[in-house]
């Protein structure tokens, strides 16, 4: 995952125990687009591939991501799609075309990693969106919105009418 977001424009640097992760250069701008194949160990991992997708919804060109583990994995796309992504699916293939900025919407989460693409899309997202079903993240992010609070990021946990909170 670390050389993929360094080949789309994301600086990712080891400070200790830590990573740090800034934009290339600080300077603000689209993302360059890639193609990933994800694989068993040590290839790209399946269970990145739905925020990957989020990520290269923004990249400048087209982007290819091939799940070669699970085919089926990309419930995820007509939701980022809802928010203004530009994605379609080929066979065991998404074809991402970067758009200049994605838009809030209410979004359902089908899975643990749709969910995880869907927040981090959403707090991209000009507006406000809404991801139901969340319960799916909570199996693998514990306290995710908290977290990421207390990164920046604006974001809150309400009740919600399609599933628990």
């Known amino acids: 995952m670390i050389d993929r977001l360094r080949e ?7 400070s ?3 990573l740090v992760v ?8 689209r993302f360059r687009p890639t193609d990933v194949v994800t694989l068993p160990y040590p290839g ?3 269970d990145l591939q739905a925020q990957l997708i989020a990520l290269l919804a923004l990249a400048d060109g087209i982007s290819v991501v ?15 799609n809802r928010m203004g992504a530009d994605i379609r699916k080929e066979g065991p293939s998404a074809i991402i075309t970067g758009v200049a900025e994605l838009t809030g919407a209410d979004v359902m989460a089908s899975d643990l990693r749709a969910s995880a693409a869907l927040v981090l899309a959403g707090l991209v997202a000009r507006g ?6 969340v319960y799916h ?6 306290r995710i919105e908290e977290k990421l609070a207390a990164l920046g990021a604006r974001i ?6 399609l599933g628990p909170a």
Request: no cysteine; charged share 35%.
């Open 137 to 142: 993240i909570d199996r693998g992010y514990e």
């Open 8 to 14: 789309v424009g994301v600086a990712v640097e080891r």
């Open 128 to 133: 406000t969106t809404h991801v139901h079903r």
């Open 66 to 80: 091939t799940e070669k583990i699970y085919p089926d994995r990309f419930m995820h796309l007509a939701e980022l």
């Open 44 to 46: 790209f991992p399946t």
């Open 16 to 18: 200790g125990d830590e």
């Open 156 to 161: 809150s946990r309400v009740p919600d009418e």
């Open 22 to 29: 800034a934009r290339e250069g600080g300077v603000p701008g």
